[in-house]
Structures are given as structure tokens and as C-alpha cells.
């Protein structure tokens, strides 16, 4: 994977105008911050969807969020840490994808050859 590239200041400007200037919440969770961002309340410019699963960097993937929302995505609601990607299956899934194409690519050079 590609290392994170550093939001620049246009981009952070742009994501700030998309969301007015305010926290979203987190639908997903039937949050609604709407807390506004002054130069007390910094944004944290956060990605929407797991970056080390759908490899989106780019800035539409990412959204303010405050420390508090922040903190309750990472860590979940109740406060206990939520399962990341190293805790889910998202790497055996990986995994098994770059398996079978492995295993394509081998069934076919053996075909090719009249040993499948």
C-alpha cells in the first residue's frame, strides 16, 4: 500500500466547505455533532472509509470530525476499542483474493502445458 499522503491546506479547505464548517456526526451511528470549528476546536480530517481497505486518499474521502466524534469512531460508542482491519477478516480476505490468483494463473500454465 501507498504510504498516507499529507492533506494539503487547499484540500483541508475544501473538505471544510463541503461539510460548512462543522463536525457531521456519524450517520452510521445516528450521531449529530453540527459542533462548529473555531481556532479552539481544531478539525481532525478523518477518513470516511477505511483507507487500508478501499485505498482511497483522495480528499472526497475524508470528513472533519472533532475530537469527540473522533474518539467515538475510533474507540466506539461505549467507549471499548473498536475491531480494526488488523482484528477483522479484512486481511484473511485479502489474502484469499491474492490466493485464487495465484491459483487462476497456475491452473492456466498447466493447462497451457496438458498437465490439468
Request: a positive charge; charged letters at 35%; proline letters at 5%.
Amino acid at each position: 500500500m501507498k504510504p498516507r499522503r499529507a492533506l494539503s491546506d487547499g484540500d483541508k479547505r475544501f473538505v471544510l466547505t463541503k461539510y460548512g464548517g462543522r463536525c457531521p456526526g456519524l450517520p452510521a451511528l445516528a450521531i449529530s455533532c453540527g459542533r462548529s470549528f473555531t481556532k479552539f476546536v481544531r478539525p481532525i480530517f478523518d477518513h470516511i472509509g477505511q483507507r487500508s481497505i478501499t485505498r482511497d486518499d483522495s480528499r472526497d474521502n475524508y470528513q472533519p470530525l472533532c475530537a469527540t466524534c473522533n474518539d467515538i469512531k475510533t474507540n466506539g460508542p461505549g467507549g471499548e476499542r473498536r475491531i480494526t482491519t488488523a482484528g477483522s477478516d479484512a486481511g484473511i480476505r485479502k489474502k484469499d483474493r491474492r490466493m485464487k490468483r495465484k491459483w487462476r494463473a497456475h491452473r492456466r500454465k498447466m493447462r497451457r502445458k496438458g498437465r490439468f
